[in-house]
């Protein structure tokens, strides 16, 4: 029986993890079949034995984190040959996997940081105050009149929690402190010039340091409860983000 686990956490939003993954594909000698694939998500391949004897499958997990976007992978399988041969032909197989996922992680982790610096990179800030949270209202364009989360795009340079400050600094007014990482999801329309679906929005809980809000660039600003969220006409890119966001805001 062959089974590896591999983790590893890459300086990258989803879609270009997963992306980078697919076009490095897997360092195995022989072709492999896709089983699945849920973008940004999940992929699913599998490999068949010489002459159909025996399968070997590997399964690709992507989360974002605060980090980056973790990679959780999953190899299983076995040659198929009976007895202690078969023993003998799976810790062979399992031995060069191994060998080759490891210097594989390495080139893949390195790839996926160098795209990285060539997509655009959007971060929120959900500012929570007790059992309350800040809300903009957007002025003009596609989504006017929509709700969000104050933010924008990170700067060649920057870091996203840099960006962060500083665009909370210039479309509010105020000094903020990110504290948690809330989510990441992705941008479906083309951002900066990209390509549509290439971007992601990653978004921190974080709380007013000095000053008080002001709409500068918003039509208008609201703090708002947990019961009163699903009663906003939310821009896309934020809605998926207000389960969590509801375990952040204390009861009243």
Do not use: N
């Not at 340091?209 to 019961?227: F, I, M, N, Q, Y």
């Amino acid at each position: 029986m062959i089974r590896l686990r591999f983790t590893t956490t890459v300086e990258a939003p989803l879609t270009v993890a997963f992306d980078v993954g697919r076009a490095l594909g897997r360092p195995w000698p022989r072709p492999t079949r896709e089983i699945e694939s849920v973008r940004p998500w999940s992929d699913v391949h599998s490999v068949e034995g010489l002459r159909g004897r025996g399968r070997v499958t590997h399964t690709r997990w992507f989360t974002a984190t605060a980090e980056g976007t973790r990679v959780e992978e999953l190899i299983e399988g076995s040659t198929g040959l009976p007895g202690p041969l078969g023993v003998l032909a799976d810790l062979a197989v399992r031995r060069r996997l191994a060998r080759a996922m490891r210097a594989h992680l390495d080139v893949y982790a390195a790839a996926a940081q160098a795209r990285a610096r060539g997509v655009v990179r959007v971060v929120g800030a959900a500012l929570v105050e007790g059992d309350r949270v800040l809300v903009a209202q957007r002025s003009g364009g596609s989504y006017d009149g929509c709700w969000e989360f104050p933010g924008g795009k990170v700067e060649p340079g920057e870091s996203e929690l840099e960006a962060l400050v500083r665009e909370c600094a210039e479309e509010l007014g105020v000094v903020v402190v990110p504290e948690e990482f809330l989510g990441e999801v992705v941008l479906d329309g083309p951002v900066g010039g990209g390509a549509p679906g290439a971007s992601t929005m990653r978004v921190w809980v974080g709380r007013v340091e000095s000053g008080t809000p002001v709409a500068h660039e918003h039509a208008a600003l609201r703090w708002v409860g947990r019961d009163e969220l699903d009663d906003l006409d939310w821009i896309a890119a934020d809605r998926p983000l207000l389960p969590a966001l509801r375990t952040h805001l204390t009861p009243p």
